[in-house]
């Protein structure tokens, strides 16, 4: 379905990096403008529509909070020296940190401060979305450096009535049946963790648009903040999720490792399956992961025993194992455009599966039928004749019983689902099978 | 439910090999004065009742066989000096041996001589109950040393019309139904097999007993002689059997072993899960057997087609498997107090799960509710927050959906037990789970 | 149900051979007089009729070929030397070779050469059944040495409307459930592929036969053209393969390798059971291969969607593993008279458990009857009395409760089948089963 030769595919990596790069500065939050700002850059590459839902909306077991915004922070030493600026890493000021303009003893200062004492050089990531507080983030060794007397703290941020910002793109296809591709836009300057999931989420739009016509299944597109934006999205569109037969969270898909899935809550959904196939057929090392509701990005929602919905992540190194995680590391350095675009072309695999599993009946289903004579088969029978598409036919013959999708055959077989998709095809049009 | 750090827990072991010390003497067999004796030295800790069954009285496809006294035997050589004396080993005459007093030479006496050539210094432990014989167990050093000439031979037994004995203690818990607890007293002098799981078991009954007003369930302590005894009261309770949800033998729990659990006849009952999830949880060694209906104790008779009742069995090193088995080797050395009450703590263990066990339902099921505001959870949710009890919460709340038991999702998510109990219990407390 | 101290089976490996030594030189195809002159062989040993249908017939998806019938061929060189001829080996010539006689430059010739360059003194089989073609198979060290120059071809062979010849045999049992053995006559000398197959059916047709009024199943052996054949078969009989209840394909059975079982399609059929009952029990090394509908034999057709019926195939190395297959190299040297009767003790083996398992009903179904009282067991029951009979005894009266056949209990407590099904009819004598 899928050109992997094709410009677009092969120039996506570099694509999504330059996207990455123009995201990374922008500080962003679970509300403001820092949102607002990262999806109008996304609109010019995917006509997405912007939703504003009010501060004090009711979402199920939470209230739509206070909108942040931020301009400006810093802690001045005794010497009135700038020494920790929010200017230079929009991590240095604890998320949703309340304005304060004041001088504290450095005791009194320590108890707002945080660090990683055992990754010294990183900025830690951390926020109090629900209990009003201000702080700051600060690398160890700076820490270590500061000396008894008087700072000067200043934190220029409000949080007033406002809005919880999200986006959302849809692509309609032929049915009604919905993919569900989530992303979340709430993290300020960390690549793999967030923003890496936006930019494939950005890509996969545009090359789904391409395809437009073709589609089989309708793809919606989530741009939200983690956690209360996938609350507030399923509390809004509750008597349409039904809709979704399949669903990916993109996340951490950016960095260099091997890829990992994590399974959806009942873990045998056709996209467990099918990405499961992906990773098997690459042939490289991967992990397979089962749904923990507690380690996890979305699909804790999605998954939600009220909503039970078919949703996994296929990300490369997961959340919690790279130490860049939540951290000033997890920066342009720590994600490549070859990472990102090796994971688009998972994520297109994935795809590709989902729009072509069908399954087929067998119309000539006692015995083989005589594929030589259809041009299907090299007569000279005695050759030791195993290329993958002979074996293919014989496949989908012998499953195509109504109870066998193509991947289903795929699996069995361990043949490429490609291939027994053609084997499908030639079958099709020598009359021998029909879509079930 | 119950404090392991209690001086009766941390005491148990001692109190256990005490008693065992008492038991030990004792000969013991299917029916007889050894069994009163033990009982009524039993009732001393747990009030249990005796009760007597007429020998010839029909119990399904056996009768009450006659009842076996004895109050001595020996072997005298020729010179007239006693070289085999039941003073000394209960264990050296053949159990339910009928009396003889007569002088044999020394080739008609081996006929009724049984040794272990492979094992030269132990007394084996045999048996005819079900077809007259006499004979003498000794060790084959003894046996070695016989030189010829005239033995006299005296066993002073009876073997009379008279009754089968056995106890039995209810805990009224707060419904119907009912977990077994059953033991055998129809061993003479050996401690692992039979006596190690009879102190336990008093042991349970006199905890449970405190416990008495908290208990969910019935527990029924059963101390009978071994196949015959538990026949016989199957064949009593038919009708009441069905109240039995889950149930043990004890035997073999002395040792330094490592636990072995063999399981029921279905193999996968409630029983099985939680004998199973606690030895996993221990991190410790353990073998885990599927139901033999050869090899075994009492749940041959309990998992015997027409009941299969869920009787599972717990165990350190198993009956065949240590080589003092049915040996005058299996004595108070082989037992250690240390071995009971790392038992006793591991069946403490497993009523704890059978007695916390129960399926909730998460009463906010869609999505995740907020936990921060009912001071669940720490909000600032970034930091690498993976305490168990956190973990739980959200554990218990996924899967809490009606179809899966609090155990289910200590099994599923590798949480302790009383780790996912806790959490169930908060989140009821917070008004976000009801039992279902 | 079988002697396997019997001369008849101590000798079979002998017999075989010396039938598959005059197997061996007849050049046989899909069809044509090689086949009458095998089934004239064979009806000496086993008394099976042979049919023939006509060219043109209609088969399913296929059409009954014309027949080929062979008399010669040979390449003679520049010099007019034969340096090819199929008075040498019947493979020199390419199954289904049109006639020719005509001379050829070298380079138009060896567009009709085929050879096997990595075994480069193998003659190759090769076959065009359905394209009309001419052509030679030799060796590639022969091929090397051809000159330049022009070469004489003639092949004297016709391609005329005839027949499918094939061979059937039934064994008349007590019930119509049939048991399927069927093996291929259709490839001319090459011993382990095809013709041991052969020779094993029909020592088991020659034994059964001696068995035939003991036998619970009905016995059908086809001796039939590969692929064609079957077609042929399930066409003329379709309204009767509902009687297959277990099907087995023999081929590949004569080499010196280890078992190999290729599964029916469902994986889990009797036949399945029984096969992997008999290796395991065999301690040999062994493999099981999952049914594949491309790599194997007559199973693709019998297995096809259609029909799905319970055949399997035991083989020693199978077809595409040896480097001897489909060459001239599978030859008298390749096959064993012991690989033939090891391979026939297996396949009796299976067929025991085809006859003899039932499924049993526990007359005593609760608690264990008193084996003691009807001389069934030691009543020394504290011996280490671990007697394979004594432990069926036990398992069958346990498991006998209307859900387990003798081969499931077999399966499960990992004792032989002939141990199980022995207790089984003691207990049967005991009046403490009966069957189902």
Not at 10 to 24: H, I, R, T, V
Not at 34 to 40: A, D, M, Q, S
Not at 60 to 81: L, Q, R, V
Not at 321 to 345: Q, R
Request: hydrophobic share 35%; with cysteine; net charge neutral.
């Amino acid at each position: 379905m899928f050109d992997f030769s094709d410009d677009f595919v092969k120039e996506s990596g570099k694509g999504m990096y330059s996207l990455m790069e123009q995201l990374y500065p922008i500080c962003r939050s679970i509300t403001g403008n820092g949102v607002r700002e990262t999806l109008k850059i996304l609109s010019k590459t995917v006509p997405l529509e912007t939703k504003e839902i009010p501060t004090g909306t009711a979402v199920f077991d939470w209230t739509i909070p206070k909108e942040w915004n931020i301009s400006d922070a810093y802690i001045k030493d005794p010497k009135g020296k700038k020494i920790v600026d929010f200017k230079n890493s929009n991590l240095h000021v604890l998320g949703y940190s309340i304005p304060v303009h004041k001088k504290f003893k450095l005791s009194e200062l320590k108890k707002h401060l945080f660090t990683l004492p055992d990754y010294p050089d990183s900025i830690p990531y951390l926020t109090s979305y629900y209990r009003e507080k201000w702080g700051f983030c600060l690398t160890h060794n700076q820490f270590d450096r500061l000396e008894d007397g008087e700072y000067e703290v200043h934190i220029d941020s409000s949080l007033t009535d406002g809005s919880l910002t999200f986006g959302e793109y849809v692509i309609k296809g032929k049915t009604d049946d919905e993919v569900l591709i989530s992303c979340y836009v709430c993290h300020p300057s960390m690549c793999n963790d967030s923003i890496s999931g936006v930019v494939l989420a950005t890509w996969l739009a545009k090359l789904l648009t391409k395809h437009k016509n073709k589609l089989h299944y309708t793809y919606r597109f989530l741009f939200i903040p983690e956690t209360i934006g996938a609350i507030t999205w399923l509390s809004l569109n509750e008597k349409n999720v039904h809709r979704i037969k399949h669903g990916l969270i993109l996340t951490c898909v950016g960095d260099s490792g091997g890829f990992t899935y994590k399974k959806s809550r009942a873990g045998n959904n056709m996209i467990d399956l099918a990405a499961q196939k992906v990773l098997t057929d690459s042939g490289d090392k991967h992990r397979i992961l089962e749904f923990d509701p507690f380690v996890g990005s979305d699909e804790r929602q999605y998954c939600s025993p009220g909503f039970n919905l078919p949703v996994g992540s296929m990300m490369r190194t997961t959340y919690p194992d790279f130490s860049e995680y939540h951290t000033s590391k997890d920066d342009l350095d720590f994600v490549t455009a070859k990472g990102l675009g090796g994971s688009f072309e998972q994520y297109l695999m994935i795809i590709n599966i989902l729009e072509n599993d069908r399954t087929y009946i067998n119309l000539n289903p006692k015995c083989e039928p005589q594929l030589g004579k259809r041009g299907l088969y090299d007569v000279m029978g005695s050759q030791k004749n195993h290329e993958e598409f002979h074996k293919a036919l014989f496949w989908a013959l012998n499953f195509s019983d109504g109870s066998h999708s193509l991947l289903d055959i795929s699996i069995r077989s361990s043949l490429k689902f490609d291939v027994v998709k053609s084997a499908a095809d030639a079958l099709c049009k020598a009359g021998l099978m029909r879509i079930k």
